[in-house]
């Protein structure tokens, strides 16, 4: 299994643009990435999935080097309520789905 | 609401009763997965249904834990003999078929569990 290491926590303000960075060296030919938000006391939520290049949602954006040794989310003008735990992962079918402890985001007035 | 639902979303009980929690998947999705989020952690893994069939337990699930999915359709996971290091939060969530390579998973509310 592809094993992902994101920051802990990461801190920022109303309106900037906030990009986390996933690392997943050993990520295979098949494998797709998938990035979840998690507010507190609800389940995970879907943000962007790719697998090269970039993608863009009406949300965010994901950015996958040639190597795909990493990935970027992007999310452009953070508001409060962009406030929640951030989780990359490597995979595709279920055995893959394997959440690490993802990145804290706190975004302040 | 279409999306995936969880009952009850809070259960508080005492060490050593049965519990057991439901999860309704979003009615075109054949697969079924249940995990346990613990306080600062992301979700862990526990077992996987594909329409009615358990094809994957966690070595997590203990033999107090077992999950059901008759028909295919909703799920329950029951915990027998319910001890304090069960506590946590407990999510369902569900996919469509997808291409043979990656699905995206839906999550419920999910259930929290207190056991004192």
């Known amino acids: 299994l592809a094993k992902t290491t994101q920051p802990i926590s990461m801190d920022s303000y109303e309106g900037q643009e906030v990009n986390i960075t996933c690392s997943h060296n050993?990520?295979?030919?098949?494998?797709?990435i998938t990035w979840y938000q998690q507010f507190p006391s609800q389940g995970p939520r879907f943000i962007i999935q790719g697998y090269k290049t970039k993608v863009t949602n009406e949300v965010a954006s994901l950015f996958i080097p040639a190597d795909r040794k990493s990935s970027t989310l992007s999310l452009p003008r953070v508001s409060l309520s962009d406030t929640a735990v951030y989780y990359c992962l490597v995979g595709g079918l279920y055995n893959d789905m394997r959440f690490g402890a993802g990145t804290r985001l706190t975004v302040k007035p | 609401d279409t999306g995936v639902s969880q009952n009850p979303r809070h259960k508080i009980t005492k060490r050593g009763q049965n519990v057991t929690f439901r999860c309704d998947p979003i009615s075109e999705h054949n697969r079924l997965y249940w995990y346990r989020q613990t306080l600062g952690q992301g979700p862990e893994f526990l077992t996987y249904f594909q329409n009615e069939a358990q094809l994957e337990k966690s070595r997590l699930l203990s033999d107090r834990f077992s999950a059901e999915r008759p028909k295919g359709s909703f799920s329950t996971l029951e915990i027998q003999r319910t001890e304090q290091g069960d506590s946590a939060m407990y999510l369902c969530?569900?996919?469509?078929?997808?291409?043979?390579?990656?699905?995206?998973?839906?999550f419920g509310p999910g259930t929290r569990l207190l056991v004192l």
């Open positions: 969530a569900s996919s469509e078929p997808g291409t043979r390579y990656v699905e995206t998973q839906y």
């Open positions: 050993n990520i295979a030919t098949n494998d797709y």
